[in-house]
């Protein structure tokens, strides 16, 4: 059977399940929030938002503007006396990242700085470099996380409540799940209007989210940005850094000969693939972690996106070894956040492991003689399809 129609139809099936009904009284909020959720994705191509934090005395500002799928630009920033003081500055085009930070110094003054240029960094979300922001708001993958840790009885949908003006559903961590968090959406845009995190001893950071503009015209500025402009002479002293994550375009066809196996690459509906990349960790100057790892001899990691307008997926592959654990000590997991929903899909399904964090999913699983791991723009269920479309092909 084709892999497309065969994808098609377990996502058809997976789909109408969940449209079934499922109970009355206490679902129907959560079906409310759900089906709001599910409206969302995939509606946003651009989005600008600021997040005010307060932590005790402390008050932060972020500010966010982003083109989706890989192009962002960030500011954050630390009020002192009063006044916003600029600490940190980030900028993503494509598989390339600038980052300049100058941080505090004593009595409010600037300490020191530094500037990182990181090229050719592997597409992968919530590794700490690609997409590597902290509420990351707006795109397909934000919904559906959301959607799945209320599925999966990490949130539940407690109620509504007015915040300043705006309608909101409130959810709340489950019993028991720490640290405890409540977050408030925007009724009409599925948002976030404020969240909490309550982290013990009566400290509780409160986050307000405001200014969201979707779907403006994201500006074209320069790559890299001009830094001193913003930082001004504190950046002169800066410790300045260039690293390369090594990801570099390959055609398919010569992926067997260079990575030394023959990639799996699913027909996901809708989506066609964009890049591919081979990479050589060992050869990258990435992360320090990397650079301490011992890789087997030809050790090759192989890149897929796929993308359908601005919803994109990264799949990366690379060779089993059972007594390698790269990814459990380098580049990071979505298990050590704040929030997390964890499952096993089933056999026919490769015993794929999926996590849904705040803001974003994974999903890895081992197929033979091959590793993978996938990011990005699907449900939950077109995740666990994707897997079972996986395995068929490994077999």
Same mark, same amino acid.
């Given at each position: %059977?084709?892999?497309?129609?065969?994808?098609?139809?377990?996502?058809? !099936?997976?789909?109408?399940?969940?449209?079934?009904?499922?109970?009355?009284?206490?679902?129907?909020? @959560?079906?409310?929030?759900? !089906?709001?959720? +599910?409206?969302?994705?995939?509606?946003? #191509?651009?989005?600008?938002?600021?997040?005010?934090? +307060? =932590?005790?005395?402390?008050?932060?500002?972020?500010?966010? !503007?982003?083109?989706?799928?890989?192009?962002?630009?960030?500011?954050?920033?630390?009020?002192?006396?009063?006044?916003?003081?600029?600490?940190?500055?980030?900028?993503?085009? /494509?598989?390339?990242?600038?980052?300049?930070?100058?941080?505090?110094?004593?009595?409010?003054?600037?300490? !020191?700085?530094?500037?990182?240029?990181?090229?050719?960094?592997?597409?992968?979300?919530?590794? $700490?470099?690609?997409?590597?922001?902290?509420?990351?708001?707006?795109?397909?993958?934000?919904?559906?996380?959301?959607?799945?840790?209320?599925?999966?009885?990490?949130?539940?949908?407690?109620?509504?409540?007015?915040? =300043?003006?705006?309608?909101?559903?409130?959810?709340? &961590?489950?019993? $028991?799940?720490?640290?405890? @968090?409540?977050?408030?959406?925007?009724?009409?845009? $599925?948002?976030? *209007?404020?969240?909490?995190?309550?982290?013990?001893?009566?400290?509780?950071?409160?986050?307000?989210?405001?200014?969201?503009?979707?779907?403006?015209?994201?500006?074209?500025?320069?790559?890299?940005?001009?830094?001193?402009?913003?930082?001004?002479?504190?950046?002169?002293?800066?410790?300045?850094?260039?690293?390369?994550?090594?990801?570099?375009?390959?055609?398919?066809?010569?992926?067997?000969?260079?990575?030394?196996?023959?990639?799996?690459?699913?027909?996901?509906? /809708?989506?066609?693939?964009?890049?591919?990349?081979?990479?050589?960790?060992?050869?990258?100057?990435?992360?320090? *972690?990397?650079?301490?790892?011992?890789?087997?001899?030809?050790?090759?990691?192989?890149?897929?996106? %796929?993308?359908?307008?601005?919803?994109?997926?990264?799949?990366?592959? &690379?060779?089993?070894?059972?007594?390698? /654990?790269?990814?459990?000590?380098? @580049?990071?997991?979505?298990?050590?956040?704040?929030?997390?929903?964890?499952?096993?899909?089933?056999?026919?399904?490769?015993?794929?492991?999926?996590?849904?964090? @705040?803001?974003?999913?994974? %999903?890895?699983?081992?197929?033979?003689?091959?590793?993978? %791991?996938?990011?990005?723009?699907?449900?939950? #269920?077109?995740?666990?399809?994707?897997?079972?479309?996986?395995? =068929?092909?490994?077999?």
């Amino acid at each position: %059977m084709n892999h497309v129609y065969k994808f098609t139809l377990l996502l058809v !099936a997976l789909t109408a399940a969940l449209l079934l009904p499922g109970g009355c009284g206490g679902n129907d909020l @959560m079906g409310e929030v759900t !089906a709001l959720l +599910e409206q969302r994705s995939g509606e946003i #191509e651009t989005i600008g938002y600021v997040c005010m934090t +307060e =932590d005790g005395e402390r008050l932060y500002r972020e500010e966010f !503007a982003l083109r989706f799928p890989h192009d962002y630009r960030y500011r954050f920033y630390e009020y002192t006396g009063g006044q916003p003081r600029l600490r940190n500055l980030a900028v993503q085009s /494509g598989n390339d990242l600038y980052r300049a930070s100058v941080a505090p110094g004593s009595s409010g003054q600037a300490g !020191a700085a530094k500037v990182e240029t990181l090229s050719n960094i592997p597409p992968l979300r919530c590794t $700490g470099t690609y997409l590597a922001l902290y509420h990351l708001a707006g795109n397909v993958d934000y919904f559906q996380s959301l959607i799945s840790l209320i599925k999966g009885g990490e949130l539940e949908v407690v109620g509504v409540e007015d915040v =300043d003006g705006i309608d909101t559903y409130l959810l709340q &961590s489950a019993g $028991g799940l720490k640290p405890e @968090m409540r977050i408030w959406l925007d009724q009409e845009t $599925g948002l976030p *209007s404020r969240k909490e995190l309550t982290l013990g001893e009566g400290r509780v950071v409160v986050f307000r989210y405001e200014d969201f503009v979707e779907n403006a015209t994201y500006t074209e500025e320069p790559f890299p940005p001009d830094a001193r402009a913003l930082f001004g002479e504190q950046l002169d002293t800066a410790d300045v850094v260039t690293r390369d994550g090594g990801c570099q375009p390959v055609a398919l066809a010569d992926v067997p000969a260079q990575a030394g196996f023959s990639p799996l690459l699913p027909e996901i509906p /809708g989506f066609e693939l964009a890049d591919s990349y081979l990479r050589d960790p060992a050869a990258s100057t990435l992360a320090s *972690s990397e650079e301490s790892v011992k890789f087997p001899e030809g050790w090759r990691e192989i890149y897929l996106v %796929m993308r359908s307008g601005s919803r994109q997926v990264e799949i990366r592959e &690379s060779p089993y070894d059972p007594e390698f /654990g790269y990814y459990t000590t380098a @580049m990071g997991a979505l298990s050590g956040a704040f929030l997390t929903g964890q499952e096993v899909f089933g056999e026919d399904a490769g015993n794929a492991s999926y996590i849904a964090a @705040m803001d974003c999913q994974e %999903m890895r699983l081992t197929l033979g003689e091959i590793d993978l %791991m996938v990011t990005g723009d699907l449900s939950r #269920e077109e995740l666990e399809v994707l897997a079972i479309q996986l395995k =068929d092909l490994a077999d």
